[in-house]
Every structure is written in C-alpha cells, then in structure tokens.
C-alpha cells in the first residue's frame, strides 16, 4: 500500500504574488518538492476552493507556506482557518514575515487610504463617490472588512518558523520543505536563515574601508556606481549592516544597495534602529548645522530603514511617529 505524502499549502493574503512566483522558480527542483508532497491547497496556481480545506481534518496538513499581510477580514479568517488545519504554519516572506511593503500603509489611517484610492486618485473617475461597504446585500456576499492596520502573521496566529526575503530565494523555500520533511527542526519561532548580517556574504566586503566618513548621502539614480567598491563608502544607503544574510547578495550583486527585505540579524530587536545607528556613525561632522543638513539628504528615513519591517518595528504605525 503506497505511504501518503505529507500536505502542504501554499496561500497568500496581503502581498504583491512575488512569494508564489519565487515557488515556480524553482524550476525543475519544483519536481522534487511535488514528489515528496501532496500540495492540496494553492489557489493561485491550482483549482482549489476554501470548502476543500474547510472539510480537512484538523491538523492534517504538515505544513501551510503563508505570504503576505494581514489587512483584511478575509485574510484573517483565512490565516486563522489554515492555522487550525495546519501542524505548521510558516509565515513566508518579507509581507507575513515583518509586515512588508504593504506594512507602509500604517504611515496613514484607513480613511485616508479608502480617500485617497476612490477619490482622489489622478486616475480615478468616481462622479457618484461610491465608497465600497462590508454590509451584506440581499442573497449576495459581503465584503471583506478593510481593517484600520496592516499586521504580520504572527500578530493574528501563533507562528511556528519564519523564511524571510522579498521574495524568498529558491534555495532557502527548497532547504525549509526539506527541513519540514525531514523533521529536523530547529528551534521554533527560528527564522530559516542564517543568523548573521549581510556584510558578511557580501562579494564587495574586502573593500570596505575601516572607517567611512560622509558629507551627504546619494540615491543610486544621483551617481554611476562603481560595480567593485562598497556601497556604503560610495555614500549609497544600503541596509547590509542590519539586514539578515541568506539571500546570497542578490541585489547588490546587481549593482544596487540593499534595501533590507530579510529582515535584522538574529538577536537585533528592530531593523531601522540598527540601520539607522549604522548611518548615523558614517556622518563626518561635529557641527550641528551641517549634520542636518547630511541627515536631510536622506530621502523618505522610515520608507528607507523601515521598508520591510514597519509592523515589526518599536515605531508600529502612525501613532507613534
């Protein structure tokens, strides 16, 4: 009698679809995971309906890979649901991670958000002011309620692991389905990548200087960056000294800084705070005039050194700033 393969689900809420595509990446080792499992849940890619999870057993899949924020009703219930259906739950990616891109949106209130998208927008036409509601029409479906913040995963469900990046490399979603077959797990609440920051696979680390000294910072458009020199000496803010090794230097391998999507290193409690103390020790300046004027050339600070990791951070939302 053939064994039956573990279950696992892929699922996203809140999120760009970056997280599933970097599944399909894996190319032919997408073969090898589909032989191990039995994915019954992955409505992006295959013909699933939220009644077929509905009649699964509790904790009968192995494993649920969910991407994306949390925003709306919906998305709740769906995270609630496969977290009740699932032995694991593995918040995959930067969006469930830490909050995301999507997490920005905690800069302003909902009711500004709902404004500016159906009526203020330069492309929108809306003469009547129609304003989705969530009130249930006679016989129809109701809306999904749009929530008043965007929260990571583990703020509405108990989380087991973490894989991080913007989105995950093939070889780290490969490495965590194996570590979940395999059974060999690590602590829970790890996040699946190496605990070190990004300096450290850096291919440019030989030729950061010992000690940097900046009288402005610049954005990659203002100058042609040199393909061999630190980008930090460059005067270019990149976020490699606050961000989490594991996704090999892909962007700056492309000549292009960090922008900080695996999250801070292991034992860092919030990303920007770390960025932010790492930039603020690279001004040269004793004088408190021309140090506003370096710090003032950094464009949009919390879009900057909270891109990813606003929700997780100790500033949250738009309150506290």
Known sequence: MTQEKPKIVFYWCASCGGCEEAVVDLAEGILDVVAAVDIVFWPVALDFKRRDVEQMPDGSILATFLNGAVR??????????LRRK??????????SHLGGIPGLANLFTRESILQAVYF???????PNRVMPGSRQSKGGPALPYFSNQVRRLDEVVE???YVPGCPPLPKIISQAVMKLLDGQLP???SVLAPEEGLCTECPRKDSKPEKIALKAFRRPQDILIDETQCLLAQGLLCMGPATRAGC?????????????????PGRVRDQG????????????SKDEHEIDQILASIADP????????????LLQNRRNI
């Open 302 to 313: 919390v879009g900057t050194f909270c891109r990813y990791s606003l929700p997780a951070s």
């Open 248 to 264: 090999e230097a892909a962007c700056i391998k492309g000549n292009m800084p960090c922008s900080g999507c695996c999250g801070a």
């Open 159 to 161: 989380v087991d692991y």
């Open 72 to 81: 709306t009703s919906e998305q709740e219930e769906m995270a609630e649901l």
């Open 187 to 189: 602590e829970k609440g």
């Open 120 to 126: 203020d927008a330069p492309t929108t036409e809306n």
């Open 86 to 95: 699932s032995k694991l739950l593995v918040a995959f990616g930067s969006c």
């Open 273 to 284: 705070a770390k960025a932010l103390s790492a930039i603020a020790s690279l001004v040269d």
